[in-house]
């Protein structure tokens, strides 16, 4: 029975019979076709106002545009106006002036009369603008240097002396040596020195500034003051000497090549030591914490048994990167962020800013790599954390439950306590203006839907605002009365809407962005279906399905990009034109699937990790068990199913044809890597390890080990100033094509293209030849 109905789910035929015709040459457009969508939407600090970033002309580059109640149609804002609604600004809880910095000035803003005033200005640039506890009174970094500013009393102290490098050790010993036997030949150098000190004494008043700290050749980050200024943290890096790729740019305005730097490669040579400094301001000293004692600091990857020369490895410290204090309103918390630099270890720590010591709060490990919602897969990013009202409690996202779900602690009691619970998870976290309650977004109902809830503290229970089916991303007016909602569905592109802070609101909607070319064609909402994987998991997918009467039997997949990103859901896709693709596709009687396949986002810690030490593992074979559900459930011929798909999209492709040469007739990979030696850094080194530690992972999940394998008909395409996946990595695969004689391979090369497209003769030159690649290999079996 079971398979009765999915047998009529894909063969039912859509609402509506789709007469028109699509045309690469115009879907390809992209946003120039749909219509350009607002973004970055933003409340007036009043909240009087919106504004947003927009293209309704579809001129060369977005404006700032803004709404208020009462308005039919939204206006381009003047460039003053537009300036200033994109400043970060600070603000004290229940004070009506904000602050806000703007190269090397500093302004505050009423907002009871909209008065600027220019507090501060200097040539030099201002960074790291914080509120201390005390009113009026600001922190900020300048050249390296942390300075407090009290705006009551007009008054700029620098309370640090940060400098790179070191005083000359040399010459301060050979002054040494010298003063000293002066001092001891000459009784006229002693009775000058007496005279001096009696003077210093009794007449000179000492001085208060900072004495000078120099922190070598290391470079200084993440410098932050402590509320009260009484304290001062940063991270101190050593320089290393890491070789970047480079790469050719040959259409180029003066007609000579031009080199570009890249990215490094993965490797343990891209770690770096860091230090933990804390200032104390009053005692005019530095001290750096040694976190050695954080629990499993030692502890070895369990991929280390795998390889027989590991097994009498030393024990050490991981190195480590702290990330700048939280604190609590008046900074008697200081909560520290730490990360392995292998990103398996994250600890959160309750640091003693006095004593330079620290109590561990809580501590996650993941053998594959720490991530999730709220918790970033980089190790020099920081994830979900901040303060109660209570002063006293901490709240924090983990996926210790095996999903990204909401944690407190009380730092007084030491309980923690999960806020959140079940097989979804948290995708964002507001804290209300009084810190008793939290605004979630989550996909509760289902994991392709962003819906927008509120949860009190003090009961933890989930109240519904915005749940139905598709993505709400949503801002919250200053007086969290208003919602200003960005909204789209399957087949919906992102608008903006409002709507009432309660439960069941009615979407107000304040853009209408789609071009009547685009309005003009029934666009498909593709089913949303499971299916089992081989090992028993489910996985979803996006079904495109023809009308019975024009199905020609034969199948594409799409493989999204990325690997950790989500793309069977019921929102407006970021692979807008690939929609539109799959949708003529299926207008020609192709049906089509687009897999989330193991790594992908939104499925929890499980599905996330899936493809650890192996790329081209479960994710491969996720697309295997979507074409036997074709096949099995859909008419589908199994010898006519093509596979294509970008950046990781593109690698999966390669090991489809590679690695299972018989399932699929033929494949297009674009910008894809084919050897993952060569990618970088922070995101390989997470799911394969290190290419030095972990040659095994890399070797089996490269498809370049497995050129010779190739049977059916591959497609690649490539932009040659690609900056993320080099066109190197195709070029270093086509030799190896050549020199094992393989000749069903074409290479398309883009001589002026990224790795996202941007001129559209490109987008038109690349999909035509995907098409005529799966008409010319699947249409004539």
Same mark, same amino acid.
């Given at each position: ?463 519904? /605002?915005?749940?139905?089916? *598709?993505?709400?991303?949503? +801002?919250?007016?200053? &007086?969290? %009365?208003?919602? $200003? =909602? ?124 899936? /493809?650890?030490?192996?790329? *081209?593992?479960?994710?491969? +074979?996720?697309?295997? &068990?979507? %074409?036997?559900? $074709? =096949? ?150």
């Amino acid at each position: 029975m079971k398979k009765n109905i999915l047998l009529l789910i894909c063969v039912f035929t859509s609402s509506f019979f789709q007469a028109q015709t699509l045309k690469l040459e115009e879907i390809m457009k992209g946003n120039g076709f749909i219509g350009n969508l607002p973004e970055n939407e933003r409340w007036s600090l009043d909240g009087s106002k919106i504004y947003f970033d927009w293209n309704p002309s579809n001129d060369l580059g977005n404006s700032t545009y803004y709404w208020k109640k009462g308005m039919k149609v939204p206006q381009k804002a003047t460039a003053e106006e537009a300036q200033f609604s994109k400043f970060n600004f600070l603000n004290r809880e229940g004070s009506n002036v904000y602050y806000y910095a703007d190269k090397g000035q500093i302004f505050s803003f009423a907002v009871s009369n909209k008065k600027i005033k220019k507090l501060y200005q200097s040539s030099s640039p201002i960074s790291n603008l914080q509120l201390a506890s005390q009113e009026g009174v600001l922190f900020f970094k300048q050249n390296d240097n942390l300075f407090k500013f009290d705006t009551n009393a007009g008054t700029l102290l620098q309370i640090s002396n940060f400098k790179k490098g070191k005083a000359d050790e040399k010459q301060k010993a050979n002054e040494t040596f010298l003063k000293n036997q002066q001092k001891e030949l000459f009784q006229f150098i002693r009775d000058q020195e007496e005279k001096e000190k009696w003077n210093a004494d009794n007449e000179s008043p000492k001085s208060d500034f900072p004495k000078p700290y120099f922190f070598g050749k290391s470079s200084m980050d993440n410098s932050k003051v402590s509320p009260k200024g009484n304290f001062i943290t940063f991270r101190l890096r050593e320089e290393t000497e890491v070789k970047s790729e480079q790469m050719e740019i040959f259409v180029t305005s003066d007609g000579y090549n031009k080199p570009k730097d890249t990215k490094s490669k993965v490797s343990i040579n891209n770690f770096v030591n860091t230090k933990f400094g804390i200032y104390n301001v009053a005692k005019d000293s530095v001290y750096v914490v040694n976190f050695s004692s954080l629990s499993h600091i030692q502890d070895i990857p369990e991929y280390y048994k795998s390889y027989e020369s590991n097994k009498n490895l030393e024990k050490k410290d991981k190195l480590i990167i702290a990330q700048a204090p939280v604190y609590n309103r008046d900074g008697s918390y200081a909560i520290v962020e730490i990360r392995s630099q292998d990103n398996k270890d994250r600890w959160l720590v309750n640091l003693n800013l006095e004593t330079g010591t620290f109590k561990e709060i809580d501590h996650q490990h993941d053998e594959a790599w720490i991530g999730g919602p709220g918790i970033p897969s980089y190790a020099f990013s920081s994830g979900t954390l901040g303060f109660l009202a209570d002063n006293e409690t901490l709240y924090f996202q983990s996926e210790a439950t095996g999903y990204s779900h909401l944690y407190t602690y009380n730092l007084r009691t030491n309980k923690k306590i999960q806020l959140t619970k079940g097989n979804w998870e948290v995708r964002g976290v507001v804290l209300s203006k009084d810190k008793k309650a939290f605004y979630l977004t989550t996909n509760q109902t289902h994991p392709g839907n962003r819906g927008f809830y509120k949860m009190n503290v003090s009961d933890a229970v989930l109240q519904p /605002i915005l749940i139905k089916d *598709g993505a709400h991303e949503v +801002s919250l007016s200053p &007086d969290e %009365k208003s919602l $200003l =909602v960005r909204y789209s569905f399957k087949n919906k592109p992102w608008e903006l809407f409002m709507a009432s802070n309660k439960k069941g609101s009615a979407l107000e909607q304040i853009t209408y962005s789609t071009t009547k070319e685009f309005e003009s064609y029934n666009w498909r909402t593709p089913d949303v279906i499971t299916f089992k994987a081989q090992d028993g998991t489910s996985v979803n997918a996006r079904l495109y399905k023809p009308n019975a009467e024009k199905s020609n039997r034969a199948a594409v997949i799409f493989v999204h990009g990325a690997g950790y990103l989500q793309n069977a859901h019921n929102y407006w896709s970021t692979y807008h034109r690939e929609y539109m693709f799959h949708n003529m596709l299926t207008d020609l009687g192709y049906t089509v699937l687009d897999i989330d396949y193991r790594g992908s986002d939104g499925y929890g810690r499980d599905f996330r990790t899936g /493809i650890y030490r192996f790329m *081209g593992g479960k994710d491969l +074979s996720d697309q295997i &068990d979507g %074409k036997k559900f $074709l =096949v099995q459930n859909c008419g589908v011929d199994e010898k006519r199913v093509g596979i294509y798909g970008g950046s990781y999209g593109g690698f999966i492709t390669l090991m489809a044809m590679l690695t299972a040469p018989k399932e699929f007739t033929s494949g297009a990979g674009l910008r894809s890597v084919t050897d993952w030696a060569h990618y970088n850094h922070g995101y390989t080194g997470n799911i394969l390890n290190f290419p030095e530690t972990d040659p095994d992972a890399y070797k089996k999940s490269s498809p370049i080990y497995f050129a010779n394998n190739l049977e059916g008909n591959l497609l690649m395409l490539h932009g040659m100033v690609d900056d993320n996946v080099e066109y190197k990595d195709i070029v270093r695969l086509s030799q190896r094509f050549i020199e094992l004689g393989k000749k069903k391979w074409s290479l398309a090369s883009f001589p002026v293209e990224s790795h996202g497209f941007k001129e559209t003769y490109s987008w038109v030159d690349e999909y035509t030849r995907i098409l005529d690649l799966f008409n010319s290999t699947l249409l004539n079996k």
